[in-house]
């Protein structure tokens, strides 16, 4: 099906961009990489009578190192952080994250504020962003917003975003030395969305106590979560097989899966949440003791 015919607009700043989303209102629809809005368009599940292209606003494209966190503009290409050494040496579940999310042609155009901002279960990005305790930044026709990631996710497809508003920054803290992540994704076939994906973040001390531990899963309830349980099952105790069995079931507990025609029953996904998490937490175990692929 063709889209309904819409007004371009292609503002040069982040103000242009906020002034004409405020002023056109619910008519009116920001347009990132495309890569989700483009085929809902197509569909005629979106039909806006605007869509305001930010690919020619500046300063929304960087991956930056500050201090003790990494900064990522919302326009910032799935591939450029999957190939971004930065991202390799502070963040490196992001760009094996990355590497997971559809093929490279949708990595090419795809964004990660269009991701998160889209509000898809099945998106790799949200778990990944909770596993590290990011955070976004909302530029809006006041003052901007900083939140809590956690705090970005209200339902499937509702961003945390008031009238006028775009995401325009992701903030990840940087994680400790004795760090190590992984995100495992279980997918029908290479290049598809997930049936189910963990993102696992994990923080030792000299004793191999856990110090800090970030769980976000994928496709398992109706936003990306954050497996809270599972997380402070581990705090404070030694990561070793006794505990990461616990927080395996604790986040299969906890995830929300629902019965899918494509992807399987939701007992099947809470059984693949529970596999994936204990793999996930094996991996990041051994990346931060130094070992781990
Ligand atoms: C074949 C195919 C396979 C895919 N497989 C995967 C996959 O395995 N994993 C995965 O995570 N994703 C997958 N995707 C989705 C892809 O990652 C998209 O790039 C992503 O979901 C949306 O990013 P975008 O930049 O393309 O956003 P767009 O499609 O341009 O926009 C998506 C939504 O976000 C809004 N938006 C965009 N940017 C902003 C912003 N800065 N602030 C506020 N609102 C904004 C738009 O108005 C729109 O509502 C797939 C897509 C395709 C076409």
Same mark, same amino acid.
């Given at each position: 099906?063709?889209?309904?015919?819409?007004?371009y607009?292609?503002?040069?700043t982040?103000?242009?961009?906020?002034?004409l989303l405020? =002023?056109?209102?619910?008519?009116a629809?920001?347009?990132?990489?495309g %890569?989700? &809005?483009?085929?809902l368009?197509k569909?005629?599940?979106?039909?806006?009578?605007y869509?305001?292209?930010l690919?020619?606003?500046? @300063?929304?494209?960087?991956?930056k190192?500050?201090?003790?966190?990494?900064?990522?503009g919302?326009?910032?290409? /799935?591939a450029?952080?999957?190939?971004s050494? +930065?991202?390799k040496? /502070?963040?490196?579940?992001?760009?094996?994250?990355?590497? /997971?999310?559809?093929?490279? %042609?949708?990595?090419? &155009? @795809?964004?990660?504020?269009?991701s998160l901002a /889209?509000?898809?279960?099945?998106g790799d990005w949200? *778990?990944?962003?909770?596993?590290?305790?990011g955070?976004?930044?909302?530029?809006?026709?006041?003052?901007?917003?900083?939140?809590?990631i $956690? $705090?970005?996710?209200?339902?499937?497809?509702?961003?945390n975003?008031? =009238?006028?508003?775009i995401?325009?920054?992701?903030r990840?803290? =940087?994680?400790?030395?004795?760090s190590?992540?992984?995100?495992l994704?279980?997918?029908?076939?290479?290049? $598809?969305? *997930?049936?189910?994906?963990?993102?696992?973040?994990?923080t030792? $001390?000299v004793d !191999?106590?856990?110090?800090?531990? @970030?769980?976000?899963?994928?496709?398992? !309830?109706?936003?990306? &979560?954050?497996?809270?349980?599972?997380?402070?099952? +581990? &705090?404070g105790?030694?990561?070793d097989?006794?505990?990461?069995?616990?927080?395996?079931?604790?986040?299969?507990?906890?995830?929300?899966?629902t019965?899918?025609?494509?992807? @399987?029953?939701?007992?099947?996904?809470?059984?693949?949440a529970?596999?994936l998490?204990?793999?996930?937490?094996?991996?990041?175990?051994?990346?931060?003791?130094?070992? !781990?692929?």
């Amino acid at each position: 099906m063709y889209v309904r015919s819409f007004q371009y607009l292609a503002p040069k700043t982040v103000k242009e961009a906020v002034t004409l989303l405020n =002023k056109l209102g619910g008519e009116a629809k920001v347009i990132a990489g495309g %890569q989700s &809005l483009v085929p809902l368009m197509k569909l005629r599940l979106a039909t806006p009578s605007y869509l305001i292209d930010l690919n020619r606003v500046k @300063g929304l494209d960087y991956i930056k190192d500050q201090k003790n966190r990494i900064l990522i503009g919302a326009l910032t290409r /799935h591939a450029a952080i999957e190939n971004s050494d +930065l991202i390799k040496e /502070h963040v490196p579940i992001m760009a094996e994250a990355a590497s /997971h999310i559809a093929d490279p %042609q949708v990595r090419n &155009l @795809g964004t990660i504020g269009g991701s998160l901002a /889209h509000c898809d279960p099945a998106g790799d990005w949200g *778990a990944v962003v909770i596993a590290l305790n990011g955070e976004v930044k909302i530029t809006g026709p006041r003052k901007d917003r900083v939140m809590k990631i $956690d $705090d970005f996710f209200i339902d499937t497809y509702q961003p945390n975003l008031k =009238k006028g508003e775009i995401l325009t920054e992701v903030r990840i803290p =940087k994680p400790q030395p004795n760090s190590g992540g992984a995100y495992l994704k279980l997918e029908r076939r290479a290049g $598809d969305f *997930a049936t189910a994906g963990v993102a696992a973040q994990l923080t030792l $001390d000299v004793d !191999g106590v856990c110090r800090y531990a @970030g769980i976000g899963l994928t496709a398992l !309830g109706p936003t990306s &979560l954050r497996a809270r349980k599972a997380e402070k099952t +581990l &705090l404070g105790r030694k990561v070793d097989d006794n505990s990461i069995e616990e927080a395996a079931e604790a986040a299969a507990e906890e995830s929300k899966p629902t019965d899918d025609p494509l992807r @399987g029953s939701a007992e099947y996904k809470r059984a693949m949440a529970r596999v994936l998490t204990r793999r996930a937490l094996k991996l990041a175990l051994a990346r931060a003791t130094g070992g !781990g692929a």
